[in-house]
């Protein structure tokens, strides 16, 4: 059945249906965020607990990390103009498109992560040297998990797109993926700056 061939009666009932889905998802979002926030709190009383090992100053690479912010952003962005070719019906290969540069971006934000990480590992900078690198690896790393499984997510509605094509319910999926990748980037800024940038300058 066509969208323009519902009642109006059903077409309020669908959008209602919408909003509880895309509600319900934002709580998920807001216990993620209280999350991410006792993590910050964490990491904010464990930064001078070094035990005389590696500090942020002498692990935290800028220039990588200012990197790896760019590509975040950029994603958000490719992300935001899928939505846009979501919502004005643009040809699905242009949907498709934006979506599989937003995966690219994001596989490449992993990549350079876990590359700072072994980096990490290589100067023996391990999540039991101190409380300091205890912090940094429950809050960090728990970032790019939530990035990996957006990825993930992301393969999943391309194949979805590819085999369903673009029905009521792979456009509330889209959405939700919409807001989890915008929740993902806000974080990263926040890490990049308490974290990375506070890490240098302190």
Known sequence: MSKHSLTAAEREAAADEEDTALFGFWMFLMSDAVIFALLFATYGTMTAATAGGPTAASEFKLLPTFVETLLLLT?????????????????????????VATLGLGLVFLALELKDFAEMFAHHAWPMRSGFLS???????????????????LVVMILQLGFIGLDQRVKLNLMRLGLFWHFLDVVWIAIFSIVYLGGRIA
Do not use: D, I, N, Q
Request: glycine content about 12%; overall charge positive; charged content about 10%.
């Open 75 to 99: 994603s958000s962005a490719t992300f935001g103009r899928a939505s846009v070719a979501m919502k004005y019906g643009e040809p699905r290969r242009v949907l498709f498109g934006w979506l």
């Open 135 to 153: 912090a940094f690896f429950a809050l960090v790393p728990l970032h790019g998990l939530h990035v990996a499984v957006g990825c993930f997510w």
